[in-house]
């Protein structure tokens, strides 16, 4: 299982990293996305620092498993509000799904992580 737990960690770890950098960096898309939601624009900035700062506790926990876990819980409540943000802006479900899957594997690892 723990080999299973480093490879989510690896790549949840990369997904998170690009994610976070397209906020900071404020592509096109992510800001046509978030004024869409009805963000302001300083929240765009902060869920890119949110999201990269669990890529790297992801990243971290592959030596402290602990630091997994918590950073999985940590962008598990970062993509059930950006669940909750698609469901309030009556998104389609093909929307939803990159969410959704990026939640089930950041709860995955922290499951590996707690009770493995």
Same mark, same amino acid.
């Given at each position: 299982? $723990? &080999?299973?737990?480093?490879?989510? $960690?690896?790549?949840?770890?990369?997904?998170?990293? +690009?994610?976070?950098? $397209?906020?900071?960096?404020?592509?096109?898309?992510?800001?046509?996305?978030?004024?869409?939601? +009805? #963000? *302001?624009?300083?929240?765009? #900035?902060? !869920?890119?620092?949110?999201? &990269? !700062? +669990?890529? &790297?506790?992801? /990243?971290?926990?592959?030596?402290? *498993?602990?630091?997994?876990?918590?950073?999985?819980?940590? /962008?598990? %409540?970062?993509?059930?509000?950006? /669940?909750? !943000?698609?469901?309030?802006?009556?998104?389609? %479900?093909?929307?939803?799904? *990159?969410?959704?899957?990026?939640?089930?594997?950041?709860?995955?690892?922290? !499951?590996?992580?707690?009770? +493995?």
């Amino acid at each position: 299982m $723990q &080999i299973l737990a480093i490879i989510l $960690q690896v790549l949840l770890g990369l997904a998170f990293l +690009g994610a976070g950098g $397209q906020k900071l960096a404020a592509s096109e898309e992510m800001v046509n996305d978030f004024e869409r939601f +009805g #963000y *302001p624009r300083w929240f765009l #900035y902060a !869920t890119g620092a949110v999201e &990269i !700062t +669990g890529a &790297i506790g992801m /990243l971290a926990g592959i030596f402290v *498993p602990l630091v997994g876990a918590m950073a999985g819980m940590w /962008l598990a %409540a970062v993509m059930l509000g950006a /669940l909750f !943000t698609h469901l309030r802006t009556k998104d389609s %479900a093909s929307k939803m799904v *990159p969410a959704l899957v990026l939640l089930v594997l950041v709860l995955a690892v922290s !499951t590996i992580h707690f009770f +493995g």
